[in-house]
């Protein structure tokens, strides 16, 4: 009701405002969830299509985002604008801080996966294509960060015992703070393999880190990461998940020196917070609204 309260007190008053769907209008739920998406039919028409269709702008993180939203609801009207998101500028801890809480990974080689353990990221697949390319090669280890949202890990765990990849795979569950951008910082690459996100601003924090990633097309600022060449993108299914880490694997460690760098330069020219809110104050100069 939020959102509706929102239009029921600003409306009349002719107040102008703003709205993010955040990857809400990603068809992807739809055909997820359809009983879900049903029950969101009864209530689209008289509510959140007027709350969108009355805003100044609806705003988007991405062009594939906006392209995106016009496949969930047929009835859609209202102002698109695509604006810059991103993140502060982190201030990196030492990586001895790392190493503190987990000795065992000093000198190791580890991609990472930082986020929910949900379905929709893809963490099967990456598990499967992890046993395709990394099976015999001892040296690399997956590290899987991030809160059990379905209680779907002691699955995944299970996936990975039959796989035989167990002495391989880290996990470590929900990690904040300082922690975490060491072993983001520490991390060869991020992979993401998502089956669909609007942003991701994991994304943007690896890249912040230096960090190369490895993401799938789903995920909708891959053009920027393939146009910086801050990394590999590929399809969100196991052939692309094993494209990925292949790529990865196989790329000589001079490119991947400079793959580090052109992530840093992707998140200076893209996602960070300096660009993003200059983006957003010129939507809201275009709109008529002044500081």
Sequence with gaps: YSSLGTWRALKPQGVPYFVYPHGMLDPWFKHQYPLKH????????????????DACAVLFTSEYEKRAAHQSFWLYKCHEEVV?????DPVLPHERLLYQHFPNLQGKKYILFLGR???????????QAWAHVFQN??????????????GWVATLQKQAY???LSHQILWTGLVLG???YAILQNANALILPSHQENFGIVVAEALACSVPVLISKAVNIWQEIAN???GFVAPDTLEGTVELLHAWLNTPEMMKQKMRENARACFEQCFSMKHAIASLLAIFEKYGIHQ
């Design 38 to 53: 049903l029950k969101k039919w009864m209530y689209w028409p008289w509510a959140e299509y007027r709350v969108l269709r």
């Design 84 to 88: 810059q998101y991103g993140i502060v």
């Design 117 to 127: 353990v949900h379905s929709k990221k893809g963490c099967d697949l990456l598990i």
């Design 137 to 150: 090669n001892p040296d690399w280890h997956l590290w899987i960060v991030g809160p059990d949202e379905e």
């Design 162 to 164: 039959k796989l035989g």
């Design 178 to 180: 300082d922690l975490k």
């Design 228 to 230: 910086y060449q801050a």
